[in-house]
């Protein structure tokens, strides 16, 4: 949607440039008397001079809204049963169907991340939202403590981080039990 605005506002921008430049060049024309004589190539150099001008204004435009930035999806709900929690997360397209991903506990910008677990996309619901079920939790005991407390409130949806990669000590946990 805001590609959709951005296009249609470079657009604009490009009009309206375009309408101002042929404005000047309609007034300079007016100003001069019409039995005044004017070189051909001038007026060639002029409007040249203007075209290039809406090209480089509309690759300026072009450029800047190119630019993307990395934000991970935040978590939407938390659903935790006896044996198992699943995070849904906001839709995205950095996760798809079967791909794993490491979830991470941060209380807040300043503390330190805590790998909670390894989980996996086992579903994508109607909505678009991927549905991330915790597969494997670290031997470590905060982890273990953090999986036994995590609740469905703000302040632990705002705190956990899903990351689409796979963390290294998770990683060689999952391959030496194999």
Same mark, same amino acid.
């Given at each position: 949607?805001? $590609? $959709? &605005? +951005? /296009?249609? =506002?470079?657009? %604009?921008?490009l009009?309206?440039?375009?309408? =101002?430049?042929?404005? &000047?060049l309609?007034?300079?024309?007016?100003?001069?008397?019409?039995?005044?004589?004017?070189?051909i190539?001038? +007026?060639?150099? #002029?409007?040249?001079?203007?075209?290039?001008? @809406?090209?480089?204004?509309?690759?300026?435009?072009?450029? !800047?809204?190119?630019?993307?930035?990395?934000?991970?999806?935040?978590?939407?709900?938390? &659903? !935790?049963?006896?044996?198992? @929690?699943?995070?849904?997360?906001e839709?995205?397209d =950095?996760?798809?169907?079967?791909?794993? %991903?490491?979830?991470?506990?941060?209380?807040?910008?300043?503390s330190?991340?805590?790998?909670?677990?390894?989980?996996?996309?086992?579903?994508v619901?109607s909505?678009?939202?991927?549905? &991330? #079920?915790?597969?494997?939790?670290?031997?470590?005991?905060? %982890?273990?403590?953090i999986?036994r407390?995590?609740?469905?409130?703000?302040?632990?949806?705002t705190?956990?981080?899903i $990351?689409?990669c796979? /963390? $290294?000590? =998770?990683?060689?946990? %999952?391959s030496?039990n194999e």
């Amino acid at each position: 949607m805001t $590609k $959709k &605005i +951005l /296009h249609q =506002l470079n657009n %604009a921008v490009l009009g309206g440039v375009s309408a =101002l430049i042929f404005f &000047i060049l309609g007034f300079i024309w007016w100003v001069f008397d019409a039995s005044t004589l004017v070189p051909i190539w001038i +007026l060639s150099l #002029a409007i040249i001079i203007c075209y290039l001008v @809406c090209i480089v204004i509309y690759g300026v435009c072009s450029i !800047k809204g190119e630019t993307t930035l990395y934000r991970l999806p935040e978590v939407r709900n938390i &659903i !935790k049963t006896d044996d198992r @929690c699943i995070f849904i997360v906001e839709k995205n397209d =950095l996760f798809t169907q079967g791909s794993y %991903a490491t979830i991470c506990f941060q209380d807040n910008d300043d503390s330190l991340e805590t790998v909670v677990g390894l989980g996996y996309v086992e579903a994508v619901n109607s909505a678009g939202c991927p549905q &991330i #079920a915790v597969d494997r939790v670290p031997r470590s005991e905060a %982890a273990l403590k953090i999986l036994r407390e995590i609740e469905n409130t703000r302040s632990c949806r705002t705190s956990i981080k899903i $990351k689409p990669c796979i /963390h $290294k000590t =998770l990683f060689e946990e %999952a391959s030496s039990n194999e």
